[in-house]
């Protein structure tokens, strides 16, 4: 029960092999998670990330006026959890904490 409660609370990374963990983190290295500690929805992101063992950038836009300002250009507004994608289809920027998981679940397997 106790075990339980403790992979609720703090749940383990999921595990790879080192050369696959390589791989996800050089993918991971082209996301960015702006967010701010207290918002609860960007706390079930970053919940979700160390789920799937996901290594991705954060920046917390209460720490920096450019931070904030690099999600106001960008995405058009300032609501976090919001996800920077860049891939070869370009840059594209995720609101929204379901649509955030859905995507890094499919990507990201779990
Ligand atoms: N439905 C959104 C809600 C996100 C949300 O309400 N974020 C708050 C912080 S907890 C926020 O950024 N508010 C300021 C704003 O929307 O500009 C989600 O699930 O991600």
């Known amino acids: 029960m106790y075990k339980r409660l403790k992979q609720i609370l703090a749940p383990k990374g999921m595990e790879r092999t080192p050369e696959q963990q390589k791989r996800v ?8 998670l702006y967010h701010f500690p207290a918002c609860p929805f960007c706390h079930i992101v970053r919940r979700e990330m160390r789920r799937l063992s996901l290594d991705i950038p954060q920046r917390n836009i209460q ?11 960008g995405g ?3 609501q976090v959890p919001c996800l920077r994608i860049k891939d070869n289809k370009g840059e594209r920027w995720m609101y929204e904490s379901d649509a955030i998981i859905k995507y890094l679940r499919k990507r990201f397997g779990g």
């Open 25 to 32: 983190d050089e993918q991971t290295a082209s996301l960015i």
């Open 63 to 73: 720490q920096s006026r450019v931070w904030h300002k690099e999600l106001l250009r």
């Open 76 to 78: 058009g507004k300032g």
